[in-house]
């Protein structure tokens, strides 16, 4: 593979780490009016993916540091960061800590996973165990021993320096899902006995507590598709026939993968897995065509493919959009079940829907940038994934590719998001919030089509009710918040959310608060 196919530049490299939040330049980004797309936390050095606690703190990742970032109300955690993992290789420009899960059994099972290229010349992955403020009763501080480290699969071969996969992911059966690159050698990944180019279906229930690690036998569910397999490396193989799945998403409904893979001199492509021991087809095929390797079969055909014209491109598969329940700030009704996908080096994000039995870009948005790209401006970001809150969240390793200019965003609608109202104020407009982020106070602003009574009410990241405005209809239609809450005292720095309802209906929007 060519450095123009590879997913990160050869000069993002590793540096040190900033002493605040927020430090660095921002990229401004170009989506649909209705839309806003908010910086939660910057200053991070080369961060490659997250993972959210089911409390709603949040897990960052820093490649080439090899360092967990704990993130609470959109600010640097205390104690952070939780763990700098030793045994990390980082020389190769896409090797390093790519990949990280939470135990869905957490608290109960305070488990982190990981997926790390190792100095042995094997990609692995890995448990961690985290103590601290599991339950976040407290302070929210947690910690990781490095010692504690149980290795599940650590001899998948990583001899060249890329295609090293990297995506963790639980699904709703509880299972763990891997995935690995070709390793740059091709007809392996139609090599069931092989694990590269493959998705891995890991079975975590069984593991005994500690450090240590998994014979196959412990880790391979009974259900996979290989599981009678004379080997060991089969029955852990969940699908196959891929390149670089780099980033992939489970569909919280239904179990299915969405898998953005990353091309070699053509195409890219969202690839879906519906079945067990499904077969994505390279070497045999890339995107829609063939690619003259005779090893396997063209297998099943992409949903989506783009060319990847004559410069850099790098699919990032953002996954398949699902509102979680009770989510305050999710995209609108009509996104449920859409794909999203951006694309590392052109900076381009797309919304891709299914029409009858056909996958294609969905209908243009007003403001939107172009009939096919749904936004524009997201160059280096490695991860996409929905938040608790229904906000599309993503990571962007660096701005411009600068040391320490990594960033956590997410873009949340401005259209009201759960109640219908029934008169004309459902045609309200709730501007973001300026400025965003504020070192100091914030302003408000909307339009009503007629005069009406407004309620204004900030929240913090963890859904308490900070401050409450009630303005009778007339009233000027612009507030500024001094960062007072209701009890007079001066909130701290973090991830808010403003709710403005009017006439039955509510409109959402996230800003932060800095120092």
């Not at 305050?328 to 891709?352: C, N």
């Not at 204004?456 to 009710?465: E, F, P, W």
Request: aromatic letters at 10%.
């Amino acid at each position: 593979m060519t450095p123009r196919h590879s997913w990160i530049r050869a000069s993002l490299v590793a540096a040190t780490l900033p002493a605040l939040a927020f430090a660095g330049p921002t990229r401004a980004s170009t989506i649909p009016n209705l839309f806003a797309d908010s910086l939660v936390i910057g200053g991070f050095d080369y961060p490659v993916g997250m993972a959210f606690l089911p409390d709603r703190r949040l897990l960052v990742i820093e490649q080439k540091t090899a360092k967990i970032r704990l993130v609470i109300h959109g600010a640097l955690g205390p104690g952070d960061p939780v763990a700098t993992l030793p045994s990390v290789e980082i020389a190769g420009t896409e090797q390093g800590l790519l990949g990280i899960a939470v135990d869905p059994g957490w608290p109960a099972r305070p488990y982190l996973y990981v997926h790390a290229d190792d100095p042995t010349g094997f990609m692995r992955i890995s448990r961690y165990t985290v103590t601290g403020d599991l339950s976040f009763t407290g302070n929210g501080a947690l910690s990781v021993d490095p010692a504690s480290r149980y290795d599940l699969v650590n001899d998948v071969p990583d001899d060249a320096p890329n295609h090293n996969g990297g995506t963790l992911r639980f699904g709703p059966d509880g299972f763990l899902y891997d995935s690995e690159g070709d390793d740059a050698k091709f007809c392996p990944a139609q090599d069931t006995t092989s694990l590269v180019g493959k998705i891995l279906r890991l079975d975590v229930s069984r593991l005994p507590a500690g450090p240590g690690s998994a014979p196959r036998a412990l880790v391979a569910p009974a259900g996979n598709p290989f599981a009678s397999h004379p080997d060991s490396n089969a029955r852990l193989v969940w699908a196959m026939g891929l390149r670089n799945p780099f980033r992939f998403g489970v569909d919280p409904t239904n179990g299915a993968l969405w898998i953005g893979d990353v091309g070699d001199m053509r195409y890219e492509e969202i690839d879906q897995v519906t079945v067990p021991g499904a077969n994505l087809g390279w070497p045999f095929r890339e995107g829609p065509v063939g690619t003259g390797f005779s090893c396997g079969s063209a297998g099943t055909a992409p949903i989506y493919y783009y060319d990847d014209g004559p410069t850099a491109a790098a699919i990032i598969g953002g996954g398949v959009y699902r509102r979680p329940p009770g989510s305050s700030t999710g995209l609108p009704a009509d996104y449920e079940g859409d794909v999203f996908l951006s694309d590392y080096y052109y900076g381009f994000l797309r919304r891709v829907k299914l029409s009858g039995r056909t996958w294609g870009i969905a209908p243009p948005e007003p403001g939107q940038p172009s009939a096919l790209n749904w936004g524009t401006g997201f160059d280096a970001v490695s991860e996409w994934q929905v938040g608790p809150d229904g906000a599309l969240w993503y990571c962007r390793q660096a701005v411009n590719y600068a040391n320490d200019t990594g960033e956590i965003r997410c873009i949340v609608s401005r259209t009201p998001t759960s109640t219908t109202p029934t008169d004309s104020v459902s045609h309200a407009l709730f501007f973001a919030p300026q400025p965003n982020p504020s070192p100091a106070g914030v302003s408000f602003r909307w339009d009503l089509p007629h005069a009406a009574p407004v309620r204004l009410v900030i929240y913090d990241a963890t859904g308490r009710r900070v401050r409450t405005f009630e303005r009778p209809a007339g009233s000027p239609n612009v507030l500024l918040w001094d960062r007072i809450d209701d009890h007079g005292r001066l909130v701290r720095p973090g991830m808010y959310l403003a709710r403005l309802d009017v006439g039955g209906a509510h409109f959402d929007h996230r800003f932060a608060l800095i120092r």
